[in-house]
């Protein structure tokens, strides 16, 4: 193995001892996945020696990568297992898109500017993550000829819950989303069962913002 490739999976591992198990997050495939994944990749080679700190990092377009941690936990939040079809808004650097494809069986991602949706596709074929499926567009519409969805994440923040995306969750499917105004937002789990959905609020998040038909108007 390459010096540089040892260099940043001890990053890796400290990453995850210090910001992800020590915060509480146990789900072992999570923790595998996080292990795994070469986050430096998935940044601009300027900011590589960054990557693995306990902070969101700039991926240009005003966009950012979120940080560590809010990814375990969206993720673990998602309970997803092997079989699982996931929906991603915001693929942005695409490493959160990454994770979820360790995880579940196939990941649809959207992502509205049109420079990222080009850049990660091309990361996604080069790091052979075949079962990433890419689209460009406003994801606040969803992907209906894909759904039912078994999960849904939006990795930005929203004004409120768009009823299209709760509408394209399968029968007992997860979606996380951060809703709240532009500076500050409440991550929020809805499960959806035969009755209904039920709603979970799993503390505060920053996010970028969900800019859309359903999200905000720019
Ligand atoms: N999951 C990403 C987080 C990127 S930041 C990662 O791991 O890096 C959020 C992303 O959501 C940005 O790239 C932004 O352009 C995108 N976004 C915002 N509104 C969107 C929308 N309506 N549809 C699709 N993508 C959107």
Redesign the pocket.
């Known amino acids: 193995m390459k010096k540089e490739s040892i260099k940043y999976e001890h990053f890796r591992e400290r990453m995850v001892q210090k910001q992800i198990e020590a915060r509480g997050i146990t789900d072992p495939g999570v923790l595998s996945a996080m292990r795994t994944v070469p986050r430096h990749l ?1 940044v601009d080679e300027a900011l590589m020696d960054q990557a693995y700190g306990d902070f969101p990092l700039p ?1 240009g ?1 005003q ?4 940080q560590p941690y809010i ?1 375990a936990e969206m993720t673990e939040a998602l309970q997803l297992s092997e079989e699982d079809r996931v929906l ?12 979820l494809a360790k995880l579940a069986y196939r990941v649809y ?5 049109h420079s ?1 949706y080009l850049k990660t596709r091309k990361l996604f074929d080069k790091l052979y993550y075949y079962n990433i499926v890419t689209k460009y ?4 519409a969803g992907w209906r000829d894909e759904s039912p969805f078994d999960a849904i ?1 939006v ?2 923040g929203a004004p409120d819950i768009p009823e299209v995306l709760v509408n394209q969750l399968a029968v007992h499917g997860r979606l996380v989303i951060p809703v709240g105004d532009q500076y500050s937002q409440s991550l929020i789990k809805l499960y959806k069962d035969e009755g209904g959905v039920r709603e979970t609020n799993l503390g505060g998040c920053r ?10 108007r720019i």
Do not use: M, N, P
């Open positions: 998935f991926i377009d966009q950012t990568i979120s990814v991603e808004i915001g693929t942005g650097s695409g490493y959160q898109a990454a994770i991602t959207i992502e509205r500017i990222l567009s406003d994801g606040t994440i990795t930005a996010f970028v913002k969900l800019v859309g038909e359903c999200g905000w």
